[in-house]
């Protein structure tokens, strides 16, 4: 099993949709969580960290569930501008970067 | 803006050729990485430093060396270039003890 797993998609949603996608990790120990988005031809910039309690910015929510331990990342009203692919990342127990994992991404993309 | 730099941003080299990626970040950050992307594997750590002076190995080191030349630079350097090392190059750089990189624009080698 690999340490942190997404489903590649692409998921293809129309614009006001919502859509949401999860990614699964392997080391329960794991420590902290992010969501980064990644555009196409472009660098990975960070979206969001997922907190136990949470994470809610504007219309993006991330969610931790520990006991089946996997991360999620729900959009709502989704506009043409989502389209890009989303990381997954997870830091397993030692708090540093260079320990950090990447999932390999899930590609949405959303049509008008 | 403030950032990560990487030079060059594209470059396509013969197998056997050596070149050095350079990348500089002006963030005052303690930690660099170098990390490459291919398709389906995601992200996948090269080599790291996490401070100046000190280099260590990542997930995929081997035909790679680095330089941490001072805070600001990290070079990575290919010393006989193989196909198998095509691929898009990411320099990384965050502050000490915090696990979220920022990523530069990325560097597209091709090796023929």
């Known amino acids: 099993r690999k340490e942190v797993e997404q489903d590649p998609g692409p998921f293809n949603v129309p614009e006001g949709a919502t859509v949401a996608f999860n990614c699964t990790y392997s080391?329960?120990?794991?420590?902290?969580f992010f969501w980064y988005r990644q555009d196409c031809r472009k660098e990975p910039k960070l979206l969001m960290s997922?907190?136990?309690s949470g994470n809610e910015d504007g219309r993006f929510t991330a969610q931790l569930n520990r006991a089946s331990q996997y991360i999620s990342l729900l959009i709502r009203d989704s506009k043409l501008s989502d389209s890009a692919t989303y990381l997954c990342?997870?830091?397993?127990?030692?708090?540093?970067?260079?320990?950090?994992?990447f999932g390999s991404g899930t590609r949405l993309s959303i049509r008008p | 803006n403030a950032g990560v730099t990487q030079t060059p941003k594209f470059q396509v080299l013969k197998t056997g050729q050596s070149m050095t990626l350079q990348c500089a970040q002006d963030?005052?950050?303690?930690?660099m990485y170098w990390y490459r992307q291919d398709p389906g594997m995601g992200l996948r750590l090269i080599y790291y430093?996490?401070?100046?002076?000190?280099?260590d190995k990542g997930e995929v080191p081997n035909g790679y060396n680095v330089s941490r030349l001072n805070k600001r630079e990290f070079s990575l350097r290919l010393e006989s270039a193989a196909p198998s090392q095509t691929s898009v190059y990411f320099c990384?750089?965050?502050?000490?003890?915090?696990?979220?990189?920022?990523f530069g624009e990325g560097s597209r080698l091709t090796v023929l």
């Open positions: 080391n329960s120990a794991s420590q902290s």
């Open positions: 997922v907190y136990s």
């Open positions: 430093s996490a401070s100046e002076g000190t280099t």
């Open positions: 990384a750089s965050s502050p000490h003890g915090h696990p979220v990189p920022l």
């Open positions: 990342v997870v830091n397993p127990p030692g708090s540093s970067a260079s320990k950090i994992i």
């Open positions: 963030m005052n950050h303690n930690s």
